[in-house]
């Protein structure tokens, strides 16, 4: 990850914070793992290393922010732009990061981007986002804190999203991702709570789960989950 790419995340993080946004946001996507170092600190692991330009935030539903803030001015100064894909889908693109908002999908779909009238954006609806909303944890960031899925939803959750992406290099980083953070876990002693976890998901999301792992080189992590409980 390029050091100038990090200083923009934290940029973006600082003036959100001071606009009051991080309360109610909770960062979700590859740049969780950057934010994950304190988590697993004292074990010595080493993380996955991140390649991507993309940040991006979950909008709890309904959402909580109490103030109007004009997200793309907000950050306008830094050199982000606004670009509106094909159906209407509201990103704030600069050469070194796309940032985007999602929200939990209601029902059978949304393909439609849900509107985020108090950030002066709209959103992504999201499939299975009580697994990155029910179990979270903070992470110190400067003098402020973020909130982030915990490691072992956070995973789970990848190894199902690989499946969906139309890109197979990003489901291949997708997967490999969510293996080498369990691994993680299980290295910290936190094999018991990735148990627990998978064992608390409904059964279509569990069989999702163990479909994305590979039946030759995941079948430690296949043993673990499918474990009696």
Known sequence: MEKSQFDLCLNILRRFNRAGLLDHLVLIGSWCVVFYEGFFRSTGVDLPSLRTRDIDFLVPRPSKFKEVVDVPRLVEDLGFTVVRNSNGLLRLNHPDLVLEFLVPERGAGQDDPVALPKLGMNAVALRFPTLLMDDVIQADVEDFTITLPHPAPFSLHKLIIAQRRKNKDKSIKDHQMAVD??????????????????????????????KGLDPTTDIDLHTLLTAPA
């Open 181 to 210: 953070l369990l691994r993680a876990l299980i290295q910290k002693g936190d094999a018991p709570r990735i148990h627990k976890t998978f064992n608390r998901l409904p059964s279509p999301w569990q069989k999702k789960v163990l």
